[in-house]
């Protein structure tokens, strides 16, 4: 079907800059809005920022002015460039997808990556 593997997390201090990285494969007819969620230990997980093939883009308020989120269709990347962190921003980050498999073109379903962890220090 459809694998979302994601790279690029790790530990950094307030006021620093991360890129995570998300890739697709598998058997891909169409990925519609791709993008990254974020979820701390007790709360729910939130959208981050999302992007439709055609690059327009969706940011949280939290984030907004901060983040940049990019595709490449060709290459079926996201990423998402994370500047300014802030200890907030400390989370599991999770690169979504809205994707059509070959062995079903015509209906759109929900693909999830493991997860990639994003810590900020005070």
């Known amino acids: 079907q459809v694998q979302l593997v994601e790279s690029g997390g790790g530990l950094v201090q307030a006021g620093g800059s991360l890129r995570l990285s998300c890739a697709a494969s598998g058997s891909i007819f169409r990925i519609g809005v791709i993008g990254w969620y974020r979820q701390d230990p007790g709360k729910q997980r939130e959208l981050v920022a999302s992007i439709i093939s055609g690059g327009s883009t969706n940011y949280a308020d939290a984030v907004k002015g901060r983040f940049t989120i990019s595709r490449d269709n060709a290459k079926r990347t996201v990423s998402l460039q994370m500047n300014s962190l802030k200890p907030e921003d400390t989370a599991v980050y999770y690169c979504?997808?809205?994707?059509?498999?070959?062995?079903?073109?015509?209906?759109?379903?929900?693909?999830w990556g493991q997860g990639t962890q994003v810590t900020v220090s005070s």
């Open positions: 979504h997808a809205k994707a059509s498999p070959l062995s079903s073109r015509w209906y759109e379903y929900d693909y």
